[in-house]
């Protein structure tokens, strides 16, 4: 049930950033969630195309 409710978390921060990009280290240490379920979880909604990975390069 957790992660239902962290995954929820991330989808909701993430449609209230308006289109900005949103790193999985901004999403997780907003939520206060640890990198390695921030990992798991944004892996998963990419791999179900809810997000998509934009490659940046500065």
Known sequence: MK???KTLDILEYI????G???TL???A???KITPAAGTR???E???RRYV???NVII
Do not use: D, K, T
């Open 41 to 43: 979880i944004m892996g």
């Open 52 to 54: 998509r990975v934009l």
């Open 29 to 31: 240490g907003e939520l």
């Open 25 to 27: 280290c901004e999403a």
């Open 20 to 22: 900005e990009s949103v």
């Open 3 to 5: 992660s239902r409710h």
């Open 45 to 47: 909604l990419v791999r």
């Open 15 to 18: 449609s209230l950033c308006n």
